[in-house]
């Protein structure tokens, strides 16, 4: 399960970050529920900037509460940006990798009922600017292996 999680991580990490003028960068707050299991979620998440043309990477961390397991996730999103004129919001559509730290709630003392999944997801979501230039976003994360089956999130990305 190690080798798993530090191959995630070194994948993503070998992502390159380009510079450009259009460079889209922040970092805030998201929060928002799972199903399966069904938790409210609490996080932060960056935007690293464009790798590509309209396509971002959006790493996230959240934490889980409820349905008697306690979850901490390690999301590495990369989301498609469209350009569509005279449109506020700006839709998105993505995918991503997920690792993911389960710790059940148990009565029992010496019962270790934790587990490491790593899965993944498809992404569709949007974004619409402030006039202070952050940016609010709304997304809905299908997941696919062991991880949540549907996450929904809102946030506030704060420029850098």
């Known amino acids: 399960m190690l080798r798993r999680v530090l191959l995630a991580i070194s994948l993503c990490a070998l992502v390159p970050v380009t510079a450009s003028a259009q460079l889209r960068t922040g970092i805030g707050p998201r929060v928002g529920f799972s199903v399966d299991p069904d938790q409210l979620l609490v996080g932060g998440q960056a935007i690293i900037g464009e790798i590509a043309p309209n396509l971002t990477f959006d ?3 959240e934490l889980g509460f409820g349905d008697e397991v306690t979850t901490f996730a390690a999301n590495f999103d990369l989301h498609y940006h469209f ?22 709630d148990d009565d029992f003392p010496g019962n270790d ?9 498809l ?24 991880v949540p089956d549907l996450k929904i999130v809102v946030g506030w990305n704060f420029k850098m």
Do not use: C, H, M, Q
């Open 123 to 146: 992404i569709i979501g949007a974004g619409a600017p402030t006039s202070s230039g952050n940016r609010f976003f709304g997304e809905l994360k299908f997941g696919l292996g062991d």
């Open 113 to 121: 009922d934790s587990d490491t999944e790593v899965g993944g997801g």
């Open 83 to 104: 350009d569509i004129e005279n449109v506020t919001w700006r839709p998105y559509a993505g995918f991503g990798a997920d690792i993911v730290f389960y710790d059940a």
């Open 59 to 61: 790493p996230s961390l």
